[in-house]
Structures are given as C-alpha cells and as structure tokens.
C-alpha cells in the first residue's frame, strides 16, 4: 500500500541527549571508550602561547585529522562539511549539534603556526602504540616489512631533468620532494613510498616515508633501526620480499638473531645464458668452476664489496657455450661474490625451513592487507598535501 508522509517535523523543537544518538558500535565511540586523548595536552603544552586570544582545543584538531582519515576523507574541507552534519562525529569532537564547528583552515594554520617540524603525530602515533602493547595487543614475536606507494600530488608530464652524482634524475616541477615511481613499463607517477612494518595482529609497529624512486633496500635500515630501538618484544622472524634480499640486510637480521623470511628470487642473468648458480664456488680454494669446468680465478674486490672472479680469455674463445656465457668484448667471464655472500646463503636455505615458510606466508594477511585497508578505507591511495614532512 502506497504511504504519503503527510507530517513535516523539520521544525520541530525537541529535548534531546547527543550520547543517545550514537549508535553502541559506531567506531568512534569505540575509539573514544578505548583511548584517553588527554595525554595529547602535555605534548603540545610548549606549543602554545600563555598570553592572546583562546585557541582551539588541541585535542579537537587531532581528533578532526583521524575523522578524515579514519574514513577516507578526501580533504579538510569536506570534513569539515561531514562533521557539520555527523552526530557521531560532533559527539567525537565534544561539539553540540548547534555549536559551530572549526574552519577548515584552521589545523593548517595551526600546523604552520604550531605543529610543523615538531614530531607530534609521530609522538601521538607512538603513545597510542605503548598502549595497545601494555594491554597486550602487540605481537611483534614476527614483524612483517614491505612498502607501498603513495601517489603524489604531482603532474607526471611536468618534470625537469636534473643530474645528481653524474646521473640523470627526473624532479617534480609541482612537488620536488616526489619521485618517479614506476610501477611496471607503461604506469608511472610521482609518488611517495610508505615503508611499513607491523606485526602478527595488523599493528602497524613503524614506517618510513621516502620518495618514490628510493629501492626498499635502501630504506629498510632506518625502517629496522626504528622498530629495534622501540621494540620491547623478542622477533624471532621479519618477512621480507625479494626487494630487500641484499647481503647487507641478510647480516643485519641474522647478526641480531633475527631469521629473514625471504621468497625466492629468480637469477637476473639474460635469457639463453647460464645462471650464476651453474657456476659452482669452491670455498676451499677460493675460485668458481664454470659449466665447462674451467677456473675463474679471484682478481680482486670493488668498492661495493663484491669479490671478483674472472676467467682465463684463452679458455673461452676456444669454448663452445662461449655464445650463452658471455658477451665480453675480450672474451672473458666476470663473476662477482660478496664479501657477505654467506648470509645470502644462509637465508637462502632458511626459506625452506616450514617455520620460516610460514611465517612469509602471512604477508599477505598482514602487511599486504594493512596496505589494502590503507588504500580502500582510509583514502591512502593518493595525497593532496606536498612535501616529505608533510606526507
């Protein structure tokens, strides 16, 4: 039966309590039964002045950054707007349903004003994390590492092309602090890469911010040094992939006791060629043995660390796998081993191990689904903010 609702009570004066218009599992009464924001005055106490006009509640203004990100909230602006009209979100923010809500410029100004190269989010990031590990949510016994890239913004057509250390290096003509990210041969963007570690239970134990053209490899030191200073559990495995496999963070994780969960990573020789593991290295007497059974003798070390081997060319011009060996103009093989090559190794035959499996197998459960959500829900796909500090 077709019902007219004939009664208009958009007029209407009534009593009501701005607690009962919440729903019990909204999230941010959950997060408000959950986190006492107070702790946020003492880290902000030296930013303000005793003197001038009231400022806005410090606590409000943070409190407005996690609405636009805890759901995906495209800018300040409309946030501002969401909030104007939420219940739940007023009812968050301490704010009546008549009260007037802050500009959206207002946390810029403050940030420029108040907040700019302090350390504040990473200060609130951090006591909140204290807390769910002193309550036993933490479970940093394996640490997931991987990164993801955060879409800058930034035209990809309008860059200039600048040398840094004898190389060419694509810069943002909008926002420089950007990279280049490529993420296969035909998509490319200027982007900044978001290095993330978390734990067992999808918390998020620390990140790295770095430009898009930055390797993981690269980034992953500050990335550990920051999770081991801060760390007070005992990690027994950190799952990587093979971006990170280098010799140097091998040794970094297995030196700290720590076991790398690594994937396998294919050989980057040419196809047609024979893989470097066809050249068999003989500890003992210190050389390589080459398909053919010839001997590449040690030449000597380069400054990356890379111990080097070369054959004898007399030997090679008369061989007949010449043509899938090598391409040297004086017809002679070059094979490198780095000085930590035994830590690669060990790795290597770690990987197998079912614990260590394991343990690699959850990334896509964890550290990938922390990205997703990232991504999906909280509107992490790409900024429109500029500059590293900021992002």
């Given at each position: 039966?077709?019902?007219?609702?004939?009664?208009?009570?958009?007029?209407?004066?009534?009593?009501?309590?701005?607690?009962?218009?919440?729903?019990?599992?909204?999230?941010?009464r959950?997060?408000?039964?959950?986190?006492?924001?107070?702790?946020?005055?003492d880290?902000?106490?030296?930013?303000?002045?005793?003197?001038?006009?009231?400022s806005?509640?410090?606590?409000v203004?943070?409190?407005?950054?996690?609405?636009?990100?805890?759901?995906?909230i495209?800018?300040?602006?409309?946030?501002?707007?969401?909030?104007?009209?939420?219940?739940?979100?007023?009812?968050?923010?301490?704010?009546?349903?008549?009260?007037?809500?802050?500009?959206?410029?207002?946390?810029?100004?403050?940030?420029?004003?108040r907040?700019?190269?302090?350390?504040?989010?990473?200060?609130?990031f951090?006591?909140?994390?204290?807390?769910?590990?002193?309550?036993?949510?933490?479970?940093?016994?394996?640490?997931?590492?991987?990164?993801?890239?955060?879409?800058?913004?930034?035209?990809?057509?309008?860059?200039?092309?600048?040398?840094?250390?004898?190389?060419?290096?694509?810069?943002?003509?909008?926002?420089?602090?950007?990279?280049?990210?490529?993420?296969?041969?035909?998509?490319?963007?200027?982007?900044?890469?978001?290095?993330?570690?978390?734990?067992?239970?999808?918390?998020?134990?620390d990140?790295?911010?770095?430009?898009?053209?930055?390797?993981?490899?690269v980034?992953?030191?500050?990335?550990?040094?920051?999770?081991?200073?801060?760390?007070?559990?005992?990690?027994?495995?950190?799952?990587?992939?093979?971006?990170?496999?280098?010799?140097?963070?091998?040794?970094?994780?297995?030196?700290?006791?720590?076991?790398p969960?690594?994937?396998?990573?294919?050989?980057?020789?040419?196809?047609?060629?024979?893989?470097?593991?066809?050249?068999?290295?003989?500890?003992?007497?210190?050389?390589?043995?080459?398909?053919?059974?010839?001997?590449?003798?040690?030449?000597?070390?380069?400054?990356?660390?890379?111990?080097?081997?070369?054959?004898?060319?007399?030997?090679?011009?008369?061989?007949?796998?010449l043509?899938?060996?090598?391409?040297?103009?004086n017809?002679?093989?070059?094979?490198?081993?780095?000085?930590?090559?035994?830590?690669?190794?060990?790795?290597?035959?770690?990987?197998?191990?079912?614990?260590?499996?394991?343990?690699?197998?959850?990334?896509?459960?964890?550290?990938?689904?922390?990205?997703?959500d990232?991504?999906?829900?909280?509107?992490?796909?790409?900024?429109?903010?500029?500059?590293?500090?900021?992002?």
């Amino acid at each position: 039966m077709l019902t007219i609702r004939k009664e208009n009570f958009r007029d209407d004066e009534i009593n009501v309590i701005l607690d009962g218009l919440v729903p019990e599992n909204h999230l941010v009464r959950k997060i408000e039964n959950a986190i006492d924001f107070s702790f946020i005055y003492d880290k902000v106490k030296d930013l303000y002045s005793p003197l001038g006009a009231p400022s806005i509640d410090p606590v409000v203004l943070i409190k407005i950054v996690l609405i636009q990100y805890l759901f995906g909230i495209p800018s300040m602006r409309q946030t501002i707007r969401e909030i104007e009209v939420n219940v739940a979100y007023r009812w968050f923010l301490g704010y009546s349903l008549t009260e007037k809500i802050p500009h959206f410029s207002t946390f810029n100004k403050n940030y420029e004003r108040r907040f700019k190269n302090t350390d504040l989010f990473e200060s609130i990031f951090k006591e909140i994390l204290a807390r769910a590990t002193k309550c036993g949510f933490v479970d940093s016994s394996n640490i997931y590492i991987d990164s993801t890239h955060i879409k800058a913004s930034a035209n990809k057509k309008k860059y200039t092309k600048v040398e840094v250390k004898k190389k060419e290096k694509i810069e943002s003509n909008t926002d420089k602090d950007s990279g280049m990210f490529f993420k296969n041969e035909k998509e490319k963007c200027f982007a900044y890469l978001a290095h993330t570690a978390c734990d067992n239970n999808n918390f998020i134990l620390d990140f790295h911010i770095t430009s898009g053209n930055i390797h993981d490899s690269v980034a992953f030191s500050d990335l550990y040094q920051k999770i081991k200073n801060n760390s007070k559990q005992h990690t027994t495995a950190i799952a990587i992939d093979a971006g990170y496999i280098t010799p140097y963070i091998c040794k970094t994780l297995l030196d700290d006791g720590i076991i790398p969960a690594i994937p396998y990573k294919r050989p980057m020789t040419k196809k047609g060629f024979f893989k470097k593991y066809e050249y068999v290295y003989d500890e003992y007497y210190d050389c390589y043995i080459c398909p053919n059974n010839k001997i590449l003798k040690y030449s000597t070390t380069n400054r990356d660390g890379y111990r080097e081997y070369k054959s004898n060319p007399s030997d090679c011009k008369s061989c007949e796998h010449l043509n899938i060996c090598t391409n040297s103009k004086n017809k002679q093989k070059l094979v490198t081993r780095h000085i930590w090559q035994n830590y690669l190794e060990e790795a290597d035959h770690l990987r197998h191990k079912p614990y260590v499996k394991k343990v690699y197998s959850k990334r896509k459960e964890t550290i990938e689904r922390v990205f997703a959500d990232a991504k999906e829900k909280h509107g992490m796909r790409y900024t429109k903010l500029r500059g590293l500090s900021k992002i």
